[in-house]
């Protein structure tokens, strides 16, 4: 009896020299399943076993970066299974926060709920005008659950949050922009290129250090009183003994390019 051929990949993963691609291809609006999560949880296992220096999040769904949260399979749970759904979804998009790389969310389409969520918890997002970037979650009778308020506020202050969860409006990419939820804002149909353009811009930098600046960044806005300039000192001094400086240095006054032991040979 013939196999039933293997369903197909609702994340497709790329190794490329200077980045990992996971592309969401979870037809029609790319929701976030439990698979579209498994997907993402391995993009991050496998940025970290290829030690590329940027992981990159795009979609292949015209239209749609994801649509948020799988909607279907929610009004399927009792109240332990939501709790395992919600937790799941947190623990991926921490993953992704916390990974030892730069995080590019490529944005050129519809991102609402989860799929903002997940595009939140990159270092950087990429967009273009046609986007729509929202938090709807307020017209189900609930609050984002995956980071989203938490997040937001970070990026773009308490009064535009509360105006998108409130209101539950969408913004389109230049207001995105304007308010500095799109780090980048290029032309429509472009945002993946650009990705993965920024990732080769990455490539032969000190992961170490790009690990550490964005650490720094995050203590800055931290809510708690963490002294940053204290912080930000360690740090340098952490890379200066213990990193890749010497070589960076020394690449400096030889004139040549430096070779960190961080980048993949």
Do not use: W
Request: with cysteine; glycine share 10%.
């Amino acid at each position: 009896m013939a196999a039933e051929p293997a369903a197909p990949s609702v994340v497709q993963i790329e190794l490329e020299d200077d980045c990992v691609l996971a592309r969401l291809v979870n037809p029609s609006a790319n929701p976030l399943s439990p698979a579209v999560l498994d997907g993402l949880a391995a993009a991050v296992e496998a940025a970290q076993a290829h030690r590329a220096p940027a992981l990159v999040i795009a979609s292949g769904v015209e239209g749609f970066f994801a649509a948020g949260a799988d909607i279907k399979h929610m009004r399927s749970l009792d109240g332990d299974g939501f709790a395992a759904y919600g937790e799941r979804m947190r623990s991926v998009f921490d993953r992704i926060e916390e990974l030892d790389a730069v995080s590019i969310a490529a944005i050129d389409g519809v991102a609402l709920g989860g799929g903002l969520e997940l595009a939140l918890a990159c270092t950087l997002r990429v967009g273009t005008p046609r986007v729509g970037l929202g938090l709807p979650e307020i017209k189900l009778g609930l609050i984002p659950g995956a980071g989203g308020t938490q997040r937001l506020p970070r990026l773009i202050g308490r009064s535009r949050s509360l105006d998108m969860l409130m209101t539950a409006r969408q913004v389109d990419g230049a207001e995105a922009h304007a308010f500095g939820m799109i780090d980048r804002l290029v032309p429509d149909g472009t945002a993946e290129r650009e990705a993965r353009s920024m990732a080769r811009g990455l490539a032969g930098c000190s992961v170490p250090a790009l690990v550490a600046a964005r650490r720094c960044v995050e203590v800055a806005l931290a809510p708690d009183h963490i002294d940053g300039m204290a912080f930000e000192a360690a740090q340098e001094q952490a890379l200066f003994e213990d990193g890749e400086a010497a070589e960076g240095l020394s690449a400096f006054i030889a004139r040549r390019p430096p070779v960190f032991r961080s980048v993949r040979p």
